[in-house]
Structures are given as structure tokens and as C-alpha cells.
């Protein structure tokens, strides 16, 4: 581990942000969501240099008083195939090509598959605890191999794995039995899923109830709901209703929260002005900031010391392209690694010029021919991105 993925939780520590959840946790060395995430498989010792990374990632989180959760995925069918060719998942269906995107291809996950990944989330879970982690958070969202167990777009299993919303949810129930089993009781267990997602068959807000109150019978301390898959993202596609009153999946909450008394209810996906996360609680217990936390490192202390009331608002082209949305977040946390002030989403020569870098990067990728040298976020070029040092605004 790098001190690249030390420096951000920590930025986002020392300024007050209540819960850190970290990127992505990997639990096989060649089934990654992205060339350079972290990387916790079963054959990890609780020793090491490994060991000790993650030790000094969570003291770096915790050093001002945030609890600090890791976020750990399998990507199943959603695996780039410049990474390997095949992969697992629920049924072999493959994920068409999206975002300039090729896809591996998957083969239905034996019981011996599903064994070993039960065990390779679990065996994360007890790691991330014996490393002074605060507790997991089960990436079961946005398409990844629990989410592809638990939608039936992309679960036509025949046994005991597929069908009904009860098989399909024993992925998740086996992996949450064991995790228990093998963390202290105070260990915050914590999943990340779908309230919706927008295609025929996938999941609706009913099935969401059913597998929340599922989840709270297994246990689990909080769910964070959120929506779409690679296929289709859900961001993109919001009425301007939905835009005005941020929050794009609240709308398909209401009827899941009230059948959670014990497990706490967050939500995440467009909260941009303290006005929108305040009336939100009503309904809630807690809300999620991504993007803007990319932009804003310091956005949670500003809010409750009262210096801002909202985050701020990139220009159109960021707003209405998740992608280049998506993309200009990773290079913002790259700069703020590089000792660099993020560059300004709302200032329309910043965003061309990163479209630029973002191009030359893409053409990087296409020259690899394959080649896994070409990974992360792009580079910035312009002084108007990259001029000012971290901690004096644009």
C-alpha cells in the first residue's frame, strides 16, 4: 500500500467527516475492481507489511476522531478484461461493453466459487478488525458480484442461489454469518445496495424492502442505499424534480425505512446543500457525500462550523456526464496525494482543460494495446488545474 491511499483518509480525518469509508478492498489479487486498489485475499497473514499498511491507513483515518469502515468487492462479471479474461458470477452472463469498457468473460460461480468468496469477504472482515479498522461496509451495489446475486438481470440461477428474493439473498447471508463469526461483537457490519436500479427486472424498491429487512435479521448495523450498475448508472437520468431537490434515490427510500428500527438507514446520491441533508434526517439516520468530497476535503467541517451551506456546484458538463463527473473525482484525489488544492468543478476553463488531459489519457490507454502500465486517473497539465498548493482555494 502506497502512501497515496493513506493521505486522503487522512485528509478527509482532520477535517471532521464522520464516517470514512475507504475505495474499494479487492479480496482476490486478479480479480480487481481497479488496477491499484487495496488487496485483502484469504492467503493474507495478520502480519506483515501488508498488515501493517492497513494498520497505518486506519490510525491515519482515526487520528481526529473519525470511525473509518472498509469498503470490500468482488467485481464478479463487471472485471475489465484488461485485467484477466474470465471471471465469476452469479449466472454466466456477460456485461456488454460500456464507458469504453471490455468486459471478462464470467462462468456461473460453483459452490466451491461461492465457498471461497464467502471466505475472502470474511476473511477481509476479521483482518480489517485485527488492523484497528471500525468495521466493513459489504459492497453489494452498483453491480458488483453481490448485487449480481441479488438482481435477477444478472442471477438465473436454478438452485438454491437463485430464484426467489430469499435465495437469491443467501450470498450475502452466508458472508454475513461468517463475518460475525469471526469479528469482535462491537464490529460495525455494514452494507452498501441498491433501492433501485433502472432496467426490466432489475431491483424495484419492493425487493429493496424485503432484502433491508433481511439484512436487519442478519444483523447488519447499517445499510447504505444508493442505485445503478455500470449498465446503466442511474445518475444521469434524473427528471429535473429530482436534480431540484438532490438526492436521486430518495424517492425509492420512503417505503424501505420505516421496516428498519434497529439497522440505521443512510442514504447516498446527490446531497449537495445542507438544506437537502437536513430534511433528509427526518426520514434517515445518516447521508453519504462522494464527489463533493473529492472537490471539498474540507466540505464536512465547513458545514458544521457553518462557513458554507452547500458543495460546490461543478459546471453542466460535470453535472449531466457521470463519467467525466466520475473520472474528474479521481483525479482530484490525486491531487490532493500530490500536496495539490483539487481544481475547481466550476470553473469552465479548469473542466476544459481537464477534458483535454482526459483525452490524451484515454489515447494512452488505446496505445497500451492491453497493457496494465496505463491505470488511475489522468495527470493534470494546465495551472489552471494544478497551480495552487493544497489548501489555498482556486
Same mark, same amino acid.
Not at 473509518?68 to 449466472?91: C, E, F, N, W, Y
Not at 433501492?195 to 426490466?200: A, L
Not at 467541517?301 to 466520475?326: M, W
Given at each position: 500500500?502506497?502512501?497515496?491511499?493513506?493521505?486522503?483518509?487522512?485528509?478527509?480525518?482532520?477535517?471532521?467527516?464522520?464516517?470514512?469509508?475507504?475505495?474499494?478492498?479487492?479480496?482476490?489479487?486478479?480479480?480487481?475492481?481497479?488496477?491499484?486498489?487495496?488487496?485483502?485475499?484469504?492467503?493474507?497473514?495478520?502480519?506483515?507489511?501488508?498488515?501493517?499498511?492497513?494498520?497505518?491507513?486506519?490510525?491515519?483515518?482515526?487520528?481526529?476522531?473519525?470511525?473509518?469502515?472498509?469498503?470490500?468487492?468482488?467485481?464478479?462479471?463487471?472485471?475489465?478484461?484488461?485485467?484477466?479474461?474470465?471471471?465469476?458470477?452469479?449466472?454466466?452472463?456477460?456485461?456488454?461493453?460500456?464507458?469504453?469498457?471490455?468486459?471478462?468473460?464470467?462462468?456461473?460461480?460453483?459452490?466451491?466459487?461461492?465457498?471461497?468468496?464467502?471466505?475472502?469477504?470474511?476473511?477481509?472482515?476479521?483482518?480489517?478488525?485485527?488492523?484497528?479498522?471500525?468495521?466493513?461496509?459489504?459492497?453489494?451495489?452498483?453491480?458488483?458480484?453481490?448485487?449480481?446475486?441479488?438482481?435477477?438481470?444478472?442471477?438465473?440461477?436454478? #438452485?438454491?442461489?437463485? *430464484?426467489?428474493?430469499?435465495?437469491?439473498? !443467501?450470498? &450475502?447471508?452466508? @458472508?454475513?454469518?461468517?463475518? =460475525?463469526?469471526?469479528?469482535?461483537?462491537?464490529?460495525?457490519?455494514?452494507?452498501?445496495?441498491?433501492?433501485?436500479?433502472?432496467?426490466?427486472?432489475?431491483?424495484?424498491?419492493?425487493?429493496?424492502?424485503?432484502?433491508?429487512?433481511?439484512?436487519?435479521?442478519?444483523?447488519?448495523?447499517?445499510?447504505?442505499?444508493?442505485?445503478?450498475?455500470?449498465?446503466?448508472?442511474?445518475?444521469?437520468?434524473?427528471?429535473?424534480?429530482?436534480?431540484?431537490?438532490?438526492?436521486?434515490?430518495?424517492?425509492?427510500?420512503?417505503?424501505?425505512?420505516?421496516?428498519?428500527?434497529?439497522?440505521?438507514?443512510?442514504?447516498?446520491?446527490?446531497?449537495?446543500?445542507?438544506?437537502?441533508?437536513?430534511?433528509?434526517?427526518?426520514?434517515?439516520?445518516?447521508?453519504?457525500?462522494?464527489?463533493?468530497?473529492?472537490?471539498?476535503?474540507?466540505?464536512?467541517? #465547513?458545514?458544521?462550523? *457553518?462557513?458554507?451551506?452547500?458543495?460546490? !456546484?461543478? &459546471?453542466?458538463? @460535470?453535472?449531466?456526464?457521470? =463519467?467525466?463527473?466520475?473520472?474528474?473525482?479521481?483525479?482530484?484525489?490525486?491531487?490532493?496525494?500530490?500536496?495539490?488544492?483539487?481544481?475547481?468543478?466550476?470553473?469552465?476553463?479548469?473542466?476544459?482543460?481537464?477534458?483535454?488531459?482526459?483525452?490524451?489519457?484515454?489515447?494512452?490507454?488505446?496505445?497500451?494495446?492491453?497493457?496494465?502500465?496505463?491505470?488511475?486517473?489522468?495527470?493534470?497539465?494546465?495551472?489552471?488545474?494544478?497551480?495552487?498548493?493544497?489548501?489555498?482555494?482556486?
Amino acid at each position: 500500500m502506497s502512501q497515496a491511499l493513506i493521505c486522503v483518509p487522512f485528509r478527509w480525518g482532520e477535517n471532521e467527516w464522520g464516517t470514512i469509508a475507504t475505495g474499494n478492498i479487492d479480496i482476490e489479487f486478479d480479480m480487481l475492481d481497479a488496477i491499484g486498489d487495496c488487496i485483502i485475499t484469504p492467503e493474507c497473514p495478520f502480519s506483515g507489511p501488508r498488515f501493517e499498511a492497513f494498520q497505518e491507513m486506519a490510525k491515519a483515518a482515526k487520528a481526529h476522531g473519525s470511525l473509518v469502515v472498509g469498503q470490500v468487492t468482488h467485481p464478479g462479471r463487471q472485471l475489465s478484461a484488461r485485467i484477466r479474461k474470465d471471471t465469476i458470477s452469479a449466472s454466466a452472463i456477460q456485461h456488454p461493453p460500456k464507458m469504453g469498457t471490455e468486459y471478462a468473460k464470467p462462468r456461473e460461480a460453483t459452490k466451491e466459487d461461492i465457498a471461497r468468496a464467502v471466505d475472502g469477504f470474511a476473511h477481509a472482515a476479521e483482518y480489517l478488525d485485527k488492523s484497528g479498522y471500525d468495521g466493513i461496509q459489504l459492497h453489494g451495489a452498483h453491480g458488483y458480484l453481490i448485487a449480481q446475486f441479488l438482481s435477477e438481470v444478472s442471477n438465473q440461477r436454478t #438452485d438454491e442461489y437463485g *430464484g426467489s428474493i430469499s435465495n437469491r439473498l !443467501r450470498f &450475502v447471508a452466508d @458472508i454475513a454469518k461468517e463475518i =460475525r463469526r469471526r469479528t469482535r461483537p462491537d464490529f460495525i457490519m455494514g452494507i452498501k445496495v441498491n433501492s433501485v436500479e433502472f432496467q426490466e427486472k432489475g431491483i424495484k424498491p419492493a425487493e429493496a424492502r424485503i432484502m433491508c429487512e433481511t439484512f436487519q435479521e442478519l444483523g447488519f448495523d447499517y445499510v447504505e442505499l444508493s442505485g445503478g450498475n455500470h449498465e446503466d448508472i442511474g445518475y444521469g437520468s434524473k427528471k429535473e424534480t429530482t436534480l431540484k431537490r438532490e438526492a436521486y434515490f430518495l424517492e425509492f427510500v420512503r417505503d424501505i425505512v420505516p421496516h428498519l428500527s434497529k439497522t440505521k438507514k443512510i442514504l447516498t446520491g446527490g446531497f449537495r446543500t445542507t438544506a437537502a441533508m437536513v430534511s433528509a434526517l427526518d426520514i434517515l439516520d445518516g447521508i453519504g457525500l462522494g464527489r463533493p468530497a473529492a472537490q471539498e476535503p474540507r466540505l464536512a467541517k #465547513d458545514i458544521l462550523s *457553518g462557513t458554507v451551506t452547500s458543495a460546490i !456546484r461543478p &459546471v453542466d458538463g @460535470i453535472v449531466n456526464d457521470v =463519467r467525466l463527473s466520475l473520472m474528474s473525482a479521481g483525479s482530484q484525489m490525486t491531487q490532493i496525494v500530490r500536496g495539490q488544492e483539487p481544481f475547481d468543478l466550476s470553473d469552465e476553463k479548469a473542466v476544459e482543460s481537464f477534458k483535454k488531459d482526459l483525452a490524451a489519457y484515454r489515447d494512452k490507454i488505446i496505445a497500451a494495446k492491453g497493457s496494465l502500465e496505463v491505470h488511475g486517473f489522468p495527470a493534470l497539465t494546465d495551472p489552471a488545474t494544478n497551480s495552487h498548493p493544497y489548501g489555498v482555494p482556486y
